[in-house]
Every structure is written in C-alpha cells, then in structure tokens.
C-alpha cells in the first residue's frame, strides 16, 4: 500500500514539474479598446439579438423577431429556430402538408408550455441545441425525399400576454394559429411548402423556392430575408 502511495507522490512530481516547465509559454491577448456593447435597462424588454465582430470592434444589431426561421447550406441542410423569438418546433406523423388538420395540431405536443425546467413541461427536442450547434437541430438534414421530410409545427412568442406583472409576448394556446411547415430540398434550393390553420381550414398555403441562407418570417406579409 505504501509503495502505491509513493508511486503517486512520484507521479504527481513528475506532473508538475512538467507544468513548471510550461510557465514559459504565455499567451498573451492584445485585446481591443473602445468597444462597448449596448445593453437595455431593467425597466426594457430586450429588442435585438446581437451579432459581434470581435476582430473589428463591430455589432450588428438584429430585430429578434423580425424572424422565425433561418437556413443554412453548407455541406449540409439545415433549418435553424429563432431561439430569441423563443421559436420552438415540433413534427406531425403525416408528410403531405395538406393532410394535415387542426385535429393533428391538437394531438401534438402543447407548444405553448414553458421551456423552462423548473416550470414547464416541454421536452428539450422542440428547441435547437442551445450552443448553437447544426448538429442539434429540431428539423434535422433536410432530404430531397419529399416522402422522408415531416410536416412540423412551428410556433413563435408573438402573442401579447402579462409575463410578471408585466406585458409581454408568449407563444399561442390557440393551435388554430400555429404554422405548418414542411421543408424539401431539391439540389441547391430550399423548397418551403407553408399552411396556416384556422379552425378547420386552410387559409393559405404556397411553395417557394429559394437559394440558401436567408430567413423566413411569419406575418401579416411573409417574407424572405435575405
């Protein structure tokens, strides 16, 4: 026993006479001056998401709800949720869009629970990894196999509601007012069927194609950011 003591004693010597060794090499960090992020007051909802350019001393500022879906090209097809918009997602069992009813959004999980350990129900896969990651996102590789690519349930916080005390956006009960969206590809384009349910019928449905990276925003007039 005292052997396998001494061993470790030995061991541990060697360990730091090693990091001793290391002392010399230091990174050292120029750093940039005169960079300052724009926050909000305790009083103010937060308004933008922010994007910083560390190398350039730059931040770019975004609407956080001027969109609810983004899409990414790259090796790979990827759908992105606006987590800032607390945009979270789900899939319906049916491909065909159109075959999709207000019975099937009921049958699905309640989207407008909280996402929030402490307090919610929803499980952690309606929402995309929380470091950012493309490898944990709720839609997944998009296919160019129309008959593998779900339809799936999208909501957004965009309904006025009293969070704390305080007016606020909240994601809708109302499944008549949650979106449908199913997502293809076909070589380098996106191919995006949308429905919108209210009630018991369809209210609208298009296809759009597009190239990649922009955003897609719900709305009284939906639109392509590019």
Same mark, same amino acid.
């Given at each position: 026993?005292?052997?396998?003591?001494?061993?470790?004693?030995?061991?541990?010597?060697? !360990?730091?006479?090693?990091?001793?060794?290391?002392?010399?090499?230091?990174?050292?960090?120029?750093?940039?001056?005169?960079?300052?992020?724009?926050?909000?007051?305790?009083?103010?909802?937060?308004? !933008?998401?922010?994007?910083?350019?560390?190398?350039?001393?730059?931040?770019?500022?975004?609407?956080?709800?001027?969109?609810?879906?983004?899409?990414?090209?790259?090796?790979?097809?990827?759908?992105?949720?606006?987590?800032?918009?607390?945009?979270?997602?789900?899939?319906?069992?049916? +491909?065909?869009?159109?075959?999709?009813?207000?019975?099937?959004?009921?049958?699905?999980?309640?989207?407008?629970?909280?996402?929030?350990?402490?307090?919610?129900?929803?499980?952690?896969?309606?929402?995309?990894?929380?470091?950012?990651?493309?490898?944990?996102?709720?839609?997944?590789?998009?296919?160019?196999?129309?008959?593998?690519?779900?339809?799936?349930?999208?909501?957004?916080?965009?309904?006025?509601?009293?969070?704390?005390?305080?007016?606020?956006?909240?994601?809708?009960?109302?499944?008549?007012?949650?979106?449908?969206?199913?997502? +293809?590809?076909?070589?380098?384009?996106?191919?995006?069927?949308?429905?919108?349910?209210?009630?018991?019928?369809?209210?609208?449905?298009?296809?759009?194609?597009?190239?990649?990276?922009?955003?897609?925003?719900?709305?009284? !007039?939906?639109?392509?950011?590019?």
């Amino acid at each position: 026993m005292k052997r396998l003591f001494y061993l470790f004693l030995l061991i541990a010597c060697v !360990n730091l006479s090693s990091c001793d060794n290391d002392d010399d090499l230091k990174v050292v960090s120029e750093g940039q001056l005169g960079f300052r992020l724009e926050g909000k007051s305790e009083t103010e909802d937060y308004a !933008n998401s922010v994007y910083v350019d560390l190398s350039n001393d730059k931040q770019y500022p975004v609407d956080r709800k001027s969109w609810n879906l983004g899409f990414y090209c790259g090796d790979d097809f990827k759908v992105v949720l606006n987590g800032a918009y607390e945009t979270v997602a789900t899939a319906s069992n049916k +491909t065909d869009i159109t075959a999709v009813t207000l019975a099937d959004a009921n049958d699905a999980l309640d989207l407008a629970a909280s996402t929030q350990s402490q307090t919610g129900n929803l499980p952690v896969e309606v929402v995309d990894a929380f470091d950012g990651s493309l490898g944990g996102t709720v839609f997944g590789e998009i296919s160019a196999d129309d008959a593998k690519s779900n339809v799936f349930f999208v909501v957004s916080a965009n309904t006025e509601h009293i969070v704390y005390g305080r007016p606020g956006l909240v994601r809708s009960p109302d499944r008549t007012q949650w979106y449908q969206v199913k997502v +293809t590809r076909n070589g380098v384009l996106f191919v995006i069927t949308q429905i919108y349910i209210y009630r018991v019928s369809v209210v609208f449905r298009f296809a759009l194609s597009f190239k990649p990276k922009p955003k897609l925003s719900f709305g009284d !007039n939906l639109q392509i950011i590019a």
